[in-house]
């Protein structure tokens, strides 16, 4: 599978190690690591290897390989509440360029996560 980048994309560098990032699972396809800026525990980030703005112009495989990781990462966080978020474009409050999901868990008071 050829992936796409784009040597100015900081999600492109993170990719390739250009840019350090706390990962968590790495596919051919797809990478997840957690967000710098969390707002909340355990809130991770999965992108296609792949660059492309928005998630409408990500291939259909790349954006196959994402939600079974979204699964995982919930499924290891153990949290039985949390979003799947996706914005795409600036009225949609994307900042960083290179389509992302995030993975926001909402734990209750008993948990403590990561
Ligand atoms: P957006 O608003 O574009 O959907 O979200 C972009 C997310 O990327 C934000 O939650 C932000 O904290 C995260 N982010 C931006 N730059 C970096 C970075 O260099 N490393 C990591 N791990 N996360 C980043
Ligand atoms: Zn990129």
Redesign the pocket.
Known sequence: MATKSLASC??CK?IKGE?P??KLIETNLSYS???????AKG?A?IIPKYHAEKMHEVPDEYLADILPIGKKIATALGCEEYNI???NGPLA?????HA?F?VIPKPNAEQGLI
């Open positions: 900081i999600f993170i840019i990032s706390l690591f957690l967000d710098i800026g969390p707002i809130h980030l978020l996706q914005n409050h994307q900042v960083v360029k992302h995030h």
